[in-house]
Structures are given as C-alpha cells and as structure tokens.
C-alpha cells in the first residue's frame, strides 16, 4: 500500500464515520479557548470542563484577569495538573494580552507563541478552533496515531509529525483530521492496549499489519 493510498483510506472512513469533529473544551470566546487550551496540557479535557465555568465567571477579560495573582488564580485551578506554573501562565498571557494586543487573541500562531504558556501545539489549536485556520497541532494522540497507522515515518518529534501531516492532508479538512486523530487516540487507539477490534482503520493499518 502506497503513502497516498494510506491516506485516501483513512481520511475516507473518517469522513464517513466521524463527520462531525470538534474540541471536547468547552469555551465561548477566542479567550476562553486560550485558557481552556493552556490548562489542558498534560490534563484531561474533562477536567478542564469542571474547573472553567467559575474560572470563566471570575476572570471574564483579560483585563480582569491580568489585575489578578497567582494566589488567586490558583485557587481556581488547584485540581489540574502544574497549577503553580499554570498560575503564572494565564496572569502573564492576561498581561501581555492587554499590554501588546489591545486585549484580544492573535489569530496568528506567531504572535500566539510569544504568550507566556502558549506552544506551537496550543497556538495551532487556537487558530484552528476559534479562526478557522487550517493548522495540525499535535499532542500525544495525533502523535501516537500518526505513527501507529503508518501517516508518518516513526516521526521523533510533534514538529515532524505536524510537517507529515500538513503535507498529505488536504488543507480544507486538515482542522478536522486533527479532531479525529485526537478522537481516535482518545477512545480507540488508547496509548497502552490500542482497540484494534473496535477500530474501522485497520485495513490501512500498519502497527495492525504487524
């Protein structure tokens, strides 16, 4: 089976059984995103859910926010992982949101990036999500299911693996193929014991070929 091959089948059984995927976050604006994204590193997304609505209610700006410290935003998101640094993270992005953006979320992953606790991975998840930029950020399951299936080469790093897959993945659905990925290695290609008999992907295969 041929690279296009491979991916002509995958990305066709997931437009036909998954047509519909988005982040499971929960947010309403570009700000909210951000925090949502920043506290979820190395965090389950359902966590995030149960600690946002009050955080989201408290600190409604970054203006708000930015008047904040770390004592208090702590309290708030004390059952996340990192919350020290996480602390830091948002008063400093709140900060420098005001200071050199006139308050609102860049929609560019450049300008993202220079935000206290914002990474290629979470600035691609921002301008995916909240501004329709095409964009593959990659975290641990985009990562292990790439390589699984055979879509990237035994990528060593989320930047190889983002490159793969920009590369062979149409741009107008690559935000969603990022969506599926995540999915996928959410529920069936868990990280210890994949679900193989559960998955519609193995005929394209490789770690199933095996």
């Known amino acids: 089976m041929t690279k296009k091959e491979r991916y002509n089948g995958v990305i066709d059984w997931f437009a036909k059984n998954m047509p519909v995927a988005e982040t499971e976050l ?3 604006t570009s700000f909210q995103l951000l925090i949502a994204v920043i506290l979820s590193a190395q965090c389950t997304d359902k966590r995030v859910n149960t600690i946002t609505p009050p955080f989201f209610e408290a600190f409604p700006t970054p203006e708000v926010l930015a008047a904040s410290n770390k004592d208090v935003v ?3 998101i004390k ?5 020290n ?12 949101l005001v200071s050199d ?7 560019n992953v450049a300008d993202l990036m220079k935000l206290p606790g914002v990474g290629k991975k979470t600035a691609n998840v921002v301008v995916s999500v909240a501004f329709g930029i095409p964009a593959m950020p990659v975290d641990t ?5 790439s390589n699984r299936i055979g879509l990237t080469n035994n990528s060593k790093t989320p930047l190889e693996t983002e490159k ?6 149409p741009s107008n659905i690559l935000s969603k193929a990022h969506h599926w ?4 290695g959410r529920y069936v290609c868990t990280a210890r014991k994949p679900h193989c008999e559960e998955c519609g992907l193995t005929l394209y295969c490789k770690y199933f070929g095996r």
């Open 74 to 76: 702590y309290k708030y």
């Open 26 to 28: 929960h947010y309403m």
């Open 181 to 184: 990925l995540i999915l996928h």
């Open 164 to 169: 793969e897959l920009v590369k062979n993945i």
């Open 141 to 145: 399951h985009v990562f292990r299911v």
């Open 85 to 96: 640094n996480k602390a830091s993270h948002l008063i400093g992005m709140a900060k420098m």
């Open 101 to 107: 953006f006139n308050g609102e979320v860049p929609s």
């Open 79 to 83: 059952s996340v992982s990192y919350p």
